[in-house]
């Protein structure tokens, strides 16, 4: 029997099925199978260089602080996915937050938030072992000065480690000049990638017609 699915049942008896609560029950349910505990997470020091602090925080709690970033990152390096909506499931990064699959870095100074870095985790189908894949990596220009930035990919690599990943994959826009900075960090180049927008029938079946 799940101990934790019954009772987490048995303390929301009459609650009306919000998106965190069925979250929640996924979780306890073993839908999404804990990675990482949240005491290991929760176990990462802040640090702090030049003016800034690093450190993890849960998008959870800081999501309306979070949203601005992620508009200004989506408008600096995603313009070749602008022609589609820009709508983060923050419910569906919680849902992973809780099962220990995603982290939250956050880069602030005097208490404001200048960058982020998020990362997704999980376990290599191919080598059983933990693998952190990058979801969202951005500073605002006012922190891109310095050692800011190698010192807080640092930053975030030493916390990686320290959670049992032996691998990071990193992806890069041809937008700006990243990655030349991960090969100066000891990353490899070992493949391409490429984006096609699709395009809606109607908008193909009207170019055939032309």
Known sequence: MNAELLNL?????GSALTSDLAADICVAAGKMETLVPAADIAGIRAADCLGFIFSIERIEDIADEMKPLHR???NETEEHRHVLPFQPDYTTFIRYERAGRYVLFTLRSEGKLFGNCAMYLDKSAHTQ???????????LPAARRGRVARSFVTYVENAMRQLGAKEINITVKTVNKAGRFFRLLGYR?????????LESENV???TAET
């Open 9 to 13: 049942l048995r303390r929301n008896v």
């Open 72 to 74: 200004a990152h989506w």
């Open 129 to 139: 072992t933990t693998i952190a894949t990058e979801d969202t990596l951005y500073l």
């Open 189 to 197: 180049h070992v493949e391409n990638g490429f984006t096609k927008i």
């Open 204 to 206: 193909q079946l009207k």
